[in-house]
């Protein structure tokens, strides 16, 4: 069985900075890739960040040089450190294992996930 759990979100000003975390348990989780995704009120889910079991990374492009993903193997967790904050990153944020060990931005690539973490961001 695989649970994914995030922590981490909140309320923060224009320009602030948050760091998310994700545990993702489970037999082997620390051999598959894990992302991060968003979603606003109306719009599709977004993807964000995801890194390979390798530290390979790719980022969507609105969060390029602001956000960064990173994995404390010893701790199984995922953080995504998030610098220079926009309202329009306001969002639920999710963090899912995929079902394979390359990154991914396609939602159904990846099988487990979290159930949110809402990050606000304050003009």
């Known amino acids: 069985q695989v649970h994914v759990v995030e922590s981490g979100g909140g309320l923060v000003q224009a320009g602030g900075s948050l760091r998310l975390s994700c545990v993702a348990s489970?037999?082997?989780?620390?051999?598959?890739?894990i992302g991060w995704f968003r979603r606003t009120p109306g719009k599709e889910r977004e993807f964000v960040a995801a890194i390979t079991w390798t530290n390979n990374v790719d980022y969507t492009d609105s969060v390029k040089g602001r956000f960064t993903i990173s994995r404390d193997y010893a701790e199984n967790t995922v953080y995504l450190q998030m610098n220079s904050l926009k309202p329009e990153d306001t969002a639920v944020y999710y963090c899912?294992?995929?079902?394979?060990?390359?990154?991914?931005?396609?939602?159904?690539?990846?099988?487990?996930w979290g159930r949110g973490t809402q990050v606000t961001v304050s003009s």
């Open positions: 489970g037999r082997a989780s620390s051999n598959y890739a």
């Open positions: 899912a294992r995929s079902r394979y060990s390359s990154t991914s931005s396609r939602s159904s690539d990846y099988a487990y």
